[in-house]
């Protein structure tokens, strides 16, 4: 059955920003859900609840949510708090059983995204459906993917449709669970500007104290709200504790965002200039979070040498880094003396890591 005709209103639209959605990575006990919707809508500030009813996970014999039996909790979380629900589905019967049990907005998942077969078996069964659905990026950083799954929901006619931008997996990555790549997100704003934008800081930070950073980088950027995982007992949860957060912490971390205007009446803030400026902002958070991940190496390292006795400063080693990279330069337009100092600065500091490393006691 299709949502009721009470619930036929625009969820991701609204006159103020952000949108929160907020609730349990997974539903696990009916008291749980239930005792963490009624704390999230005592904090005025949720405007849909999350909650995960079936999880893909990489390997078989991990949770891999409650399955269908936690529907009925989702539908009495909708009466009781008098706010839209939202669960995660992967195949058509997921969204069959959601259809049943009246859940307001659907999502689709990181590893769903990435398999356009999946996603076009979810879009025919909302064919002649009239109910949100959210898209999250694919695991692998490729727009094209992001976009192909929306345009599949649009060719059958599924009218309200948002994206949530949850980072890319990246497996150098030290400082992320998932490579925020915010130019990502900014390109595909740019490419689909009517489709709204909301960022999951949990699955980027995959831990809670750079929760606030990371949906503040979010609001600066202009997305139209957050989806944050929310738990009452954070530490004991089944699924992906260690990013979720509880109510009252949740409620403290929005009152302490701070909300920007967009000045989209103002021509020069508007200028190609800024654009561009923001494109390099962003360029440049990568390349400092590549530096950290590769100082973090470089500590590896210097506990290596220390425990093996060996030299820091390994000559041969410095001389293949400089020829790569003046290489690099001639093919790509910059400056040989340019990339010299740059590799030297960046040397300079991996030996300083190494021998803080070596030396401590």
Known sequence: MEPSATNKKSWLIKDKRPIIIAGPCSVETREQVLETSRRLKASGKIDIIRGGIWKPRTRPGTFEGI??????????????????????????????????????????????????????????????????????????????????????????????????????????????????????????????????????????????????????????????????????DPDNAWSDAKQQITPEVLHRMLLDLVLREDHEENAPIQSRLEVLRQDINLIDDDVFSLLASRMEVAREIGQYKKENNITILQQKRWNDILIKGKSFAQKNGLSEPFMIKYLQSIHDESINQQEKVMNKE
Request: charged share 25%; proline share 6%; with cysteine.
């Open 67 to 232: 399955g269908t039996m936690g529907l009925p909790w989702m539908q009495e979380v909708k009466e009781t708090t008098g706010l839209p629900v939202t669960v995660e589905v992967a195949k058509a019967a997921h969204v069959e059983r959601c259809l049943e049990f009246g859940i307001d907005i659907l999502w689709i998942g990181a590893r769903t995204t990435v398999n356009p077969f999946a996603v076009q078996e979810i879009a025919d069964a909302l064919k002649g459906v009239d109910i949100p659905v959210l898209v999250k990026n694919p695991i692998n950083p490729d727009v094209a993917l992001w976009k192909g799954a929306v345009e599949r929901l649009q060719n059958v006619g599924v009218k309200e449709i948002g994206a949530i931008h949850r980072g890319f997996s990246n497996l150098a990555e030290k400082y992320y669970r998932n490579r925020p790549q915010w130019q990502l997100a900014i390109q595909f704003k740019n490419e689909m500007p009517e489709i709204p934008m909301l960022c999951d800081p949990s699955h980027i930070c995959g831990r809670r104290d750079t929760l606030q950073e990371v949906s503040q980088k979010a609001l600066d950027l202009d997305f139209d709200g957050l989806m944050v995982e929310s738990h009452i």
